[in-house]
């Protein structure tokens, strides 16, 4: 759902609308989203002045994202409100219209990908692998005594002699 900015200025204040976005060839170029429901948006859009948009929105995105240990799916729901307000006007306060159009669906995935976690796990993950045959060192990103340190070397090679 886009709108251009002379629609905006000739809305009724509130105006209330909901829209379904099917994201699904969004996704293609997030590597770990593995799938995604249609999304359903429903919100509010206020006008300030005739620059000047106030949008708030609320939507649930359920989709399966790749467990960073087993990758498989893992279920995972953004459930989220946003309070947004868009303007010709470049203001540090507002979101700056750059075009002649505000496209919902680009403030909703902007919205998605800032609240989709970096990685999940399954919270069976390591008994998966272990199941699997594959153990993880645990020690990794662990402090580690000097006197635990086996071997280092710089990369110069000395001379042995």
């Known amino acids: ?64 994202l790749q467990c960073a240990l087993t990758l498989r799916p893992v279920p995972y729901v953004i459930d989220l409100t946003c309070d947004e ?13 750059e075009k002649n159009t505000v496209d919902l669906d680009e403030m909703v995935w902007t919205n998605m990908l800032l609240e989709k976690p970096i990685n999940v796990t399954l919270p069976n993950a390591h008994e998966i692998l272990k199941s699997e045959g594959v153990v993880l060192d645990d020690t990794e990103g662990q402090d580690i005594d000097d006197e635990e340190v086996l071997f280092y070397s710089n990369g110069i090679e000395e001379d042995k002699n």
Not at 46 to 56: G, M, N
């Open 85 to 97: 307000v868009y303007s010709k006007v470049d203001s540090d306060d507002y979101f700056l219209i």
């Open 1 to 64: 759902m886009k709108w251009s900015i002379q629609q905006l200025r000739k809305l009724p204040t509130p105006y209330h609308f909901s829209d379904t976005i099917d994201f699904s060839e969004w996704i293609k170029s997030v590597d770990d989203i593995i799938s995604i429901d249609k999304v359903e948006v429903t919100g509010v859009i206020s006008k300030i002045d005739e620059e000047t948009f106030r949008f708030v929105y609320q939507f649930v995105a359920n989709m399966e």
